[in-house]
Nanobody
Framework: QVQLIESGGGLVQAGGSLRLSCAASGRTFGYAMDWFRQAPGKEREFVGTISWSGGDTAYEDSVKGRFTISRDIAKNTVYLQMNSLKPEDTAVYYC????????????????????WGQGTQVTVSS
């Protein structure tokens, strides 16, 4: 069984930064880890992914250059550093274990994830 717990969300002004954490218990070693987000009234959308080793990352176009995913294997934790935040980044952010792997980092849907965290709210004010 895998448990994922996100933290670090909050309210920030446009242009500000937040770092989200996703602490895992259970097996995530050997798996790519994904971040998704879901705004009110919208579908859950892919934000980015990191390979099992942490050596490769990929991002959805709207966050490229602003968001960075990293992982600490020893701590079994994945991070999402978000800079230059915009009001349109407002959403609940979820981490998930990807059942299919990094696969070149291409965009993926939530069906790829076999375990989800509970989510953390990020609100960006204008």
């Amino acid at each position: 069984q895998v448990q994922l717990i996100e933290s670090g969300g909050g309210l920030v002004q446009a242009g500000g930064s937040l770092r989200l954490s996703c602490a895992a218990s259970g097996r995530t070693f050997g798996y790519a880890m994904d971040w998704f987000r879901q705004a009110p009234g919208k579908e859950r959308e892919f934000v980015g992914t990191i390979s099992w080793s942490g050596g490769d990352t990929a991002y959805e176009d709207s966050v490229k250059g602003r968001f960075t995913i990293s992982r600490d294997i020893a701590k079994n934790t994945v991070y999402l550093q978000m800079n230059s935040l915009k009001p349109e980044d407002t959403a609940v952010y979820y981490c998930g274990r990807d059942r299919y792997g990094f696969r070149g980092g291409r965009t993926r849907g939530p069906e790829n994830v076999d375990y989800w965290g509970q989510g953390t709210q990020v609100t960006v004010s204008s």
